[in-house]
């Protein structure tokens, strides 16, 4: 039981360069999400699905796209990166949106030059 | 939508000693409030959470208390170890939305 898996997990860019961040989750949970993680502003919520084919906006969705093909996967698309994309982004799932454990993944370091 | 202010951001205690963080949220909706912690370059992790039909939870050496009528929830870490020393995240659920605090670096001093 791998939990949530996150790749990559450092990826350098320029600004305007397109990436995909994979996330994907082996415990069959509804719920998934991408956080952003920068110094003091703490966990800020990008996008989040409560199933698949079912996607819905953060605190911060700007400049970020999402889609939910399947249960098990969640990628985070960055259309055109900008040096303030720059930060590290968890992506968390859990059994169901109400209230219950978020389980995060390793995180991934994005740096966008 | 909700917003959840943490305080202090910055909290340095002697182990042994008690410490508190405290947050306040903005939904009166919100009915989910889950305490993480998240150690030096690691996943934030869930230490405790509690429900809005609770006041007080408590595990071990950490508690969390609500108050509904204000608006604010606490942790409260008893007997502080220098294993506590990390970041500490406190969150509200809105809807389908789970709302972090900007978080507060515990530092426990032997």
């Known amino acids: 039981n791998a939990g949530v898996t996150q790749t990559p997990k450092f990826q350098v860019l320029k600004t305007g360069q397109s990436m995909t961040l994979q996330c994907a989750q082996d415990?069959?949970?509804?719920?998934m999400s991408w956080y952003r993680q920068d110094p003091g502003m703490g966990l800020r919520l990008i996008h989040y699905?409560?199933?698949?084919?079912?996607?819905d906006q953060g605190e911060v969705p700007n400049g970020y796209n999402v889609s939910r093909s399947t249960t098990e996967d969640f990628p985070l698309r960055l259309l055109s990166a900008a040096p303030s994309q720059t930060s590290v982004y968890f992506c968390a799932s859990s059994y169901s949106a109400g209230g219950r454990e978020l389980f995060f993944g390793e995180g991934s370091r994005l740096t966008v030059l | 939508g909700e917003n959840v202010e943490q305080h202090p951001s910055t909290l340095s205690v002697q182990e042994g000693d008690s410490a508190v963080i405290k947050c306040t949220y903005s939904d009166s909706a919100s009915n989910y409030f889950p305490w993480y912690k998240q150690e030096l370059g690691k996943r934030p992790q869930l230490i405790i959470d509690?429900?809005?039909?609770?006041g007080e939870k408590k595990d071990q050496r950490i508690a969390v208390t609500l108050n509904k009528t204000a608006k604010h929830f606490s942790l409260h870490i008893t007997e502080t170890q220098p294993e506590d020393s990390a970041v500490y995240f406190c969150a509200g659920r809105s809807t389908d939305k789970l709302i972090f605090g900007t978080g507060t670096r515990l530092q426990v001093f032997p």
């Open positions: 509690i429900r809005s039909n609770v």
């Open positions: 415990m069959n949970h509804e719920y």
């Open positions: 699905s409560v199933g698949a084919g079912i996607t």
